[in-house]
């Protein structure tokens, strides 16, 4: 793990008997002082530091918000652990569809029974699903053992909240409906030392008839282009070499800035950062991915021949009915522009099966698609009823026989694709960004090529973090077998 350094602020030197600060971070970094406090008496007392556990349940964006709750809980002076055991449990929960909070609530149960045991033990639930109304009741009612609920975007609160608690000594809960604010300059611990996620957006404006993110993600806020800068400058410096740009449709970025940016100028700036050698984005909504974004991926060095852009459906008419505003016919001709423009890139999507109202004429619609564009790889997903979307309250939702078997055709056809497409490359040689030693061959390491395929070879683990060329001698269906090549002047 790695730290993101803003510490020009010391948290010995914050007064703790004065008012907190109104300002932000100023006023989190008060919280974590005193917590801090509370840390150091818990040490006394056991004779250890409190532990703490984190597990993610969403998407990349989540991911990148238990980094920044992760920086904060190690700055008050926790340690962390693996283990479920631990002082402080926190989810970060994700609600896009329905097994997704099952997941959760079987977690909560294993948790209580826990807490039973270590008179400690506190329990923190965050992220998509708590800003359901539905589920805050039901954790106040039926799950009186979770201590602190708190929602998406009030993420950088967590020390302020955990003090309450400890000095309130009952369950918290702090949910807002939606924000303007977007505070920087907390710490962050990032999973790996050599890559990391930025967020450039924040929120969704789209409002496809089936989604709930725009809903417990609130409306599209961007950071601004320096404050980007700024934090990617900063993670080259502590070495990283690629960065992901993270956003729900990163192709509106900047819409609604004060001096506005398009998302390809952005990548324009970030391309001429020093010492950065890839980067990659998600997620691009079809809508709205420009031919000036065509044209930076073009001529960037940087930028990795990568592409998701999820499809979610062939047919013309469940598009319309998803609200995704474009048909099938201009998806496969934005696909044709960008293989003109960028030949070898490889391209990713999502699919939704079983739709309401989707008729198997309309399945097939998406059977094509999948054939015509020959994906790298697609994210198959059964649709799942989100109360308060659109789609929820749309008759004709398909039996779940039936789309279980349209799913199984579906990806099958996935699969058989893409064992082919993915070894495009066979017998080339590459760039590999090399992310670690290989978990199943010893002697070996793992890494991946620009356009996202894993490759293993040969290698010490002190080639982490670093780019090789590599020759890709063996396709195995969704990954390579390599070896690397002796580099000029070594
Ligand atoms: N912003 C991204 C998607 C975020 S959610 C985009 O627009 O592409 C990730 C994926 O989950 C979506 O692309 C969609 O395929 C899937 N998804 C979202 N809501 C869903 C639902 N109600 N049922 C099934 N899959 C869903
Ligand atoms: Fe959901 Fe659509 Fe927004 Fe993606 S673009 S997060 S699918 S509403
Ligand atoms: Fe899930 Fe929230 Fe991401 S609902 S997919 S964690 S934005």
Redesign the pocket.
Known sequence: MSREMYNEIDLAKINLNAEPPTEEPARQYYFMAKCREWVREFERKNGRLPCFFTQTFGCQMNARDSEKLTGILLQMGFAETEEETADFVLYNTCTVRENANQRVYGRLGYLNTLKKKNPHMMIALCGCMTQEPETVEKLKKSYRFVDVIFGTHNIFKLAELMWRRLTENRQVVEIWKDTEQIVEELPVERKFPFKSGVNIMFG?N???SY?I??YVRGRERSRKPEDILDEIRRLVSEGVVEVMLLG??VNSYGKNLDTPLTFAGLLRQVECIEGLRRVRFM?S?PKDLSDELIQVMKESGKICHHLHLPVQSGSSRILKAMNRRYTKEQYLELVDRIRAAVPDISLTTDIIVGFPGETEEDFQETMDVVRKVEFDSAFTFIYSKRTGTPAAAMEDQVEPEVVKDRFDRLLAQVQQISARVCARDLHTVREVLVEGPDDHMEGYVTGRLGNNTLVHFPGDPSLTGTILPVYLEESRGFYYMGSPLPVAGT
């Open positions: 969704c789209n409002f496809c989604c993110v725009p729900q449709n997620t909504h």
